[in-house]
């Protein structure tokens, strides 16, 4: 009997457990409410949302702002799309920058991707399913934004960038150590 209502105790901590984990999202070192990781997750799987574009969001309330850069309009207008029909967010402002086109920019963004992903340590980011390192272009002047594992990693982005153009920006952040 003891052994019974020891194994109901049990079983229902580990459900309010399980439960207040499922709640809880971790993604770059951030702690997401259900509706930050949704948010989060449409916009990690748009279509045509590549390592040239960088999408950022914050919530404020039942508004979602939507900023960054992205290289195509149709990426700006998929954004909005995306969350506009998530449940609790009534309002989408989206401030979200088409970066002009130019032959001069895409070339740097070739060499600068070229540089970063296709050499270790660093081409372990380019396997994952959305690019870590994503590389902004914008008159010939780069800018590094995304999550890296390690200070040794950021530092390798900035340098192999820097072999590209001298005009690098580096917004990398890195993952805390969450031991």
């Known amino acids: 009997m003891m052994t019974k209502n020891f194994l109901k105790i049990g079983g229902a901590?580990?459900?309010?457990?399980?439960?207040?984990?499922?709640?809880?999202?971790?993604?770059?070192?951030?702690?997401?409410?259900?509706?930050e990781w949704e948010i989060h997750e449409r916009l990690a799987v748009l279509p045509s949302h590549g390592v040239f574009d960088d999408i950022r969001f914050q919530l404020q309330g039942d508004t979602v702002v939507l900023s960054g850069q992205v290289i195509k309009e149709i990426v700006k207008q998929n954004a909005e799309r995306a969350v506009r029909n998530i449940a609790g967010v009534s309002t989408v402002v989206n401030r979200i920058d088409v970066?002009?086109?130019?032959?001069?920019?895409?070339?740097?963004?070739?060499?600068?991707?070229?540089?970063?992903?296709?050499?270790?340590?660093?081409?372990?980011?380019?396997?994952?399913?959305?690019?870590?390192?994503?590389?902004?272009?914008?008159?010939?002047?780069v800018t590094l934004e995304g999550v890296v594992d390690s200070d040794d990693d950021r530092h390798a982005a900035h340098l192999r960038a820097l072999h590209v153009t001298p005009h690098v920006t580096d917004n990398l952040r890195v993952v805390p150590d969450e031991s």
């Open 13 to 35: 901590a580990i459900l309010t457990v399980l439960s207040a984990a499922a709640q809880q999202h971790r993604w770059a070192g951030q702690t997401l409410d259900d509706r």
């Open 99 to 141: 970066l002009p086109s130019s032959r001069k920019d895409d070339a740097i963004r070739m060499n600068v991707y070229r540089a970063i992903y296709e050499h270790a340590p660093l081409e372990k980011y380019g396997t994952r399913g959305s690019p870590a390192i994503h590389i902004i272009v914008k008159n010939g002047w």
